[in-house]
């Protein structure tokens, strides 16, 4: 005797083999689990004096993942006494999310945690 629906008014209960039972609802949980949607996040690294040419260099990752349907995870990271320079991480930062608002759009303002600033852009719908 298996117990399908205890929340049900009265319980509703079937007289089948409990491994079949088992064995069917694992199967169904793979197939809801198959279809899910797995989010992909790709990750792109610049220093607060991150030059032109770098910075270009990483833009066209940026927007090859975007255009695979990534989100994107860009953030500045300071070592040392580079932390001075929070303005120009922030400005890089921007700078990228203006660059990339037709391909993309920001979920997450740049916001500092520990000695990284984060910014998050997701891509925009086909």
Same mark, same amino acid.
């Given at each position: #005797?298996? =117990?399908?629906?205890?929340?049900? %008014?009265?319980?509703?209960?079937? *007289?089948? %083999? /409990?491994?079949?039972?088992?064995?069917?609802?694992?199967?169904?949980?793979? +197939?809801?689990?198959?279809?899910?949607?797995? +989010?992909?996040? &790709? =990750?792109?690294?610049?220093?607060?004096?991150? %030059? %032109? $040419?770098?910075?270009?260099?990483?833009?066209? $990752?940026?927007?090859?993942?975007?255009?695979?349907?990534?989100?994107?995870?860009? /953030?500045?990271?300071?070592?040392?006494?580079?932390?001075?320079?929070?303005?120009?991480?922030?400005?890089?930062?921007?700078?990228?999310? !203006?660059?990339? =608002?037709?391909?993309?759009? +920001?979920? !997450? #303002?740049?916001? #500092?945690?520990?000695?990284? #600033?984060?910014?998050? *852009?997701?891509?925009? &719908?086909?």
């Amino acid at each position: #005797m298996v =117990e399908i629906s205890p929340n049900a %008014d009265p319980p509703v209960a079937k *007289i089948l %083999d /409990y491994k079949k039972f088992i064995y069917e609802q694992k199967k169904r949980e793979k +197939v809801i689990k198959a279809n899910a949607s797995k +989010v992909i996040i &790709k =990750e792109i690294r610049f220093g607060p004096q991150t %030059d %032109d $040419h770098d910075y270009e260099f990483k833009r066209k $990752h940026a927007e090859k993942f975007l255009k695979e349907g990534a989100k994107l995870k860009a /953030y500045v990271f300071f070592k040392g006494r580079s932390i001075i320079y929070k303005d120009q991480g922030e400005i890089l930062l921007l700078r990228l999310a !203006q660059d990339l =608002e037709e391909l993309g759009k +920001v979920e !997450q #303002m740049p916001q #500092m945690e520990g000695k990284r #600033m984060n910014m998050f *852009i997701a891509p925009k &719908k086909k």
